[in-house]
């Protein structure tokens, strides 16, 4: 059995479930709460020194960063592909998933952070809020951990954060003009990467970016995914309601202030 360390909101853990569920293997599941910090408990942090979901244990081999997870099972567990069998569709899918990770993840925790857990987080005593605050490794991102969840949507890495989102949703669309998935004629790896950063900005209540009237092709491509098995597998089953509800009110309370970002 595979063992998967994940947390249920987690767009990294989200896209391995994806994956999972459309190769139809089960795995075992060890929950990781980051909201109360578990990512920082010694033990786990052992089989990540990175302090972040998720991690894979497969065959007692550890592995880590969710791109090279998918690329792993997608290899270990080959039926069905989920990469085109052509050089060029290949490559179009690694452009996606480099992008992603170099370009888009950095910015989803400043979109989040300001957004949606913030209230959460400020209401927990000072000395838990800092001291999940002081387990973060890397500096810089402990720096703007710490200004989102100050400043809210008015922090200085703000507003760049949601342009990255925006020109990302606009790529899609574009790439959506001609082909069914981002993938290509299939659903794929880069469709299961990027579907949890979209959704991510559906369960911040940024509607109006993913209405049918501003980007139809996306509004297609995401009711698509939805309507897929493996979501309500991989993320409908794990969606955790209250925290969803959570995260919508208060994305639709900063709205006002979000929408002139937008072009509204």
Not at 84 to 101: F, M
Not at 134 to 155: D, F, M, Q, Y
Request: proline residues 8%; charged residues 25%; contains cysteine.
């Amino acid at each position: 059995m595979i063992e998967l360390y994940h947390f249920a909101l987690s767009t990294c853990s989200q896209k391995v479930r994806l994956v999972f569920a459309e190769k139809g293997t089960e795995f075992l599941s060890r929950e990781i709460d980051l909201l109360a910090g578990q990512q920082h408990d010694p033990e786990y942090v052992k089989l990540n020194p990175k302090h972040v979901v998720p991690t894979v244990v497969h065959d007692d081999r550890v592995l880590l960063e969710s791109t090279l997870i998918i690329r792993y099972l997608d290899d270990a567990l080959p039926d069905p592909p989920l990469r085109p069998a052509d050089a060029q569709g290949k490559y179009e899918v690694e452009r996606w998933l480099k992008r992603v990770d170099d370009v888009l993840h950095p910015a989803a925790p400043i979109v989040t952070f300001a957004i949606g857990p913030r209230a959460l987080l400020l209401q927990q005593p000072e000395e838990v809020r800092e001291a999940n605050l002081a387990a973060i490794p890397n500096p810089k991102t402990r720096a703007v951990r710490r200004s989102v969840l100050e400043h809210g949507v008015a922090a200085p890495e703000f507003a760049g954060a949601f342009r990255v989102f925006l020109e990302t949703l606009d790529d899609m669309e574009r790439e959506l003009a001609d082909r069914p998935w981002i993938s290509g004629q299939g659903f794929g790896l880069a469709d299961a990467t990027l579907l949890p950063y979209v959704l991510r900005l559906e369960h911040l209540a940024m509607d109006p970016l993913l209405d049918r009237s501003a980007r139809p092709r996306l509004a297609d491509w995401l009711a698509r995914v939805k309507a897929r098995p493996s979501y309500a597998t991989a993320v409908e089953a794990w969606a955790a309601p209250a925290l969803v509800e959570v995260m919508r009110s208060n994305g639709k309370a900063v709205w006002p202030e979000v929408e002139p970002l937008a072009g509204g």
